[in-house]
Nanobody
Framework: QVRLVESGGGLVQAGGSLRLSCAASGSTISINRMGWYRQAPGKQRDLVARVTSDGSTNDADSVKGRFTVSRDNAKNTVYLQMNSLKPEETAVYYC?????????????WGQGIQVTVSS
């Protein structure tokens, strides 16, 4: 089994920065990609940014140039550096680990961490 523990959320003023971390423990071999999603009240969960095993990243258009996703393979940890935060980015942020699990892949999710951006 895999356990994901998120940290780094909280309250920040508009224009400020936060850094989220998510560490995986347990059966962490064969990680495919890691990433972050967010869900605002009454809305669907959307991709924020993710990074694959070869280091390629995929960012939502709304965060390009402001957010940076990175991974530390040795620590089984994914990070999300968020700069120039906006009030509309207030949401619960979830980390996601996707593992190779024959014959396909399998997703694991963190418990979610609140990010609140005040205006």
């Amino acid at each position: 089994q895999v356990r994901l523990v998120e940290s780094g959320g909280g309250l920040v003023q508009a224009g400020g920065s936060l850094r989220l971390s998510c560490a995986a423990s347990g059966s962490t071999i064969s990680i495919n990609r890691m990433g972050w999603y967010r869900q605002a009240p009454g809305k669907q969960r959307d991709l924020v940014a993710r990074v694959t095993s070869d280091g390629s990243t995929n960012d939502a258009d709304s965060v390009k140039g402001r957010f940076t996703v990175s991974r530390d393979n040795a620590k089984n940890t994914v990070y999300l550096q968020m700069n120039s935060l906006k009030p509309e980015e207030t949401a619960v942020y979830y980390c996601n680990f996707n593992f190779y699990s024959w014959p396909g892949t399998r997703d694991f999710w963190g418990q979610g961490i609140q990010v609140t951006v005040s205006s």
